[in-house]
């Protein structure tokens, strides 16, 4: 366990909760010792000190975490400091900024015990309201939701946190669940869902990809894995801040957006279904 960032265990049975601001599933009767919140949104129990997490820019535009919190737990400002410190690798491993849920989460896996996340799924949608303007990206359009659903449930297979609730990968997905109980036309492979894409970015058609939302994608190992395939296919689904031109013309148009965010729920169902399997794997085997 890492000391230098540890906070207060006061009850070791539900020490932190990590309340993000997607849907809510769980109902917990404990109350955490402290709750982490994002960008000042969520309402939690006055008795738990609650401490705000935000992504902001320092005098010299780079990114980084803030932590701030009435109660001033103890470690905090050493847990900023190492999540701060971890922004990098993050970078690296998902080829953008990381959100701040996926920097919290990731930055507390191997040194907390007993943590309850809830409202963090990765999967906040890419449509564009109607009202946004044309050259408007979506604030949310700048993340790689699907690499940072992808490495949690490849970390989770390989080194799991103890004794850690989380609905995502207890298997409630409520916003994948449309994507899974459709009636789905034939099921595709993602490197063809990655070769459908790749022509999209060339013709600036939306035909084909049209026709793959009412097909499954093949839950495939691969997934999981950072394979060339993978990477190129996560790509498509997020902007680059540091880009004024991107390929991925259907996160600025209105109609092809509502496309590609049902592709994206595809993706996510198929990734869900790859990590089950996966865990079910060493059980079969005792």
């Known amino acids: 366990m890492c000391s230098s960032y540890t906070l207060?265990?006061?009850?070791?049975?539900?020490?932190?909760?990590?309340?993000?601001?997607?849907?809510?599933?769980?109902?917990?009767?404990?109350?955490?010792?402290?709750?982490?919140?994002?960008?000042?949104?969520?309402a939690v129990d006055a008795r738990s000190q609650?401490?705000?997490?935000?992504?902001?820019?320092?005098?010299?535009?780079?990114?980084?975490?803030?932590?701030?919190?009435?109660?001033?737990?103890?470690?905090?400002?050493?847990?900023?400091?190492?999540?701060?410190?971890?922004?990098?690798?993050?970078?690296q491993t998902?080829?953008?900024?990381?959100?701040?849920?996926?920097?919290?989460?990731?930055?507390?896996?191997?040194?907390?015990?007993d943590v309850m996340v809830d409202g963090i799924w990765f999967n906040p949608s890419l449509t564009r309201p109607a009202d946004l303007g044309q050259r408007k990206p979506l604030p949310?359009?700048?993340?790689?939701?699907?690499?940072?659903?992808?490495?949690?449930?490849?970390?989770?297979?390989?080194?799991?946190?103890?004794?850690?609730?989380?609905?995502?990968i207890n298997g409630h997905t409520p916003q994948d669940a449309q994507a899974g109980t459709a009636a789905p036309q034939g099921r595709i492979h993602h490197t063809q869902l990655l070769d459908a894409m790749l022509r999209s970015t060339r013709t600036g058609e939306m035909h084909e990809l049209e026709e793959i939302t009412q097909a499954s994608i093949e839950p495939s190992p691969e997934l999981l894995q950072a394979s060339d395939k993978t990477i190129q296919l996560e790509q498509m689904f997020h902007l680059h801040r540091s880009q004024s031109n991107t390929?991925?013309?259907?996160?600025?148009?209105?109609?092809?957006?509502?496309?590609?965010?049902?592709?994206?729920?595809?993706?996510?169902?198929?990734?869900?279904?790859?990590?089950?399997?996966a865990a079910l794997k060493p059980k079969a085997a005792d």
């Open 8 to 42: 207060p265990r006061r009850h070791p049975e539900r020490n932190l909760l990590i309340l993000g601001n997607g849907l809510r599933y769980e109902t917990e009767t404990g109350t955490p010792d402290v709750t982490f919140i994002f960008n000042g949104l969520g």
């Open 50 to 91: 609650e401490v705000n997490v935000q992504m902001t820019r320092d005098a010299h535009g780079r990114h980084q975490l803030v932590l701030r919190s009435s109660g001033n737990p103890d470690g905090l400002a050493d847990l900023e400091h190492r999540l701060n410190q971890m922004l990098d690798e993050h970078a």
């Open 94 to 113: 998902l080829g953008c900024l990381p959100s701040s849920g996926y920097a919290l989460v990731h930055g507390l896996w191997s040194s907390h015990e």
């Open 140 to 168: 949310q359009a700048f993340h790689n939701w699907l690499g940072e659903r992808r490495t949690t449930f490849q970390r989770w297979l390989t080194k799991p946190p103890i004794d850690w609730s989380w609905p995502l």
């Open 247 to 277: 390929k991925n013309w259907w996160l600025y148009d209105t109609h092809a957006s509502t496309v590609i965010e049902q592709i994206a729920e595809r993706l996510r169902h198929a990734q869900y279904l790859a990590f089950s399997q």
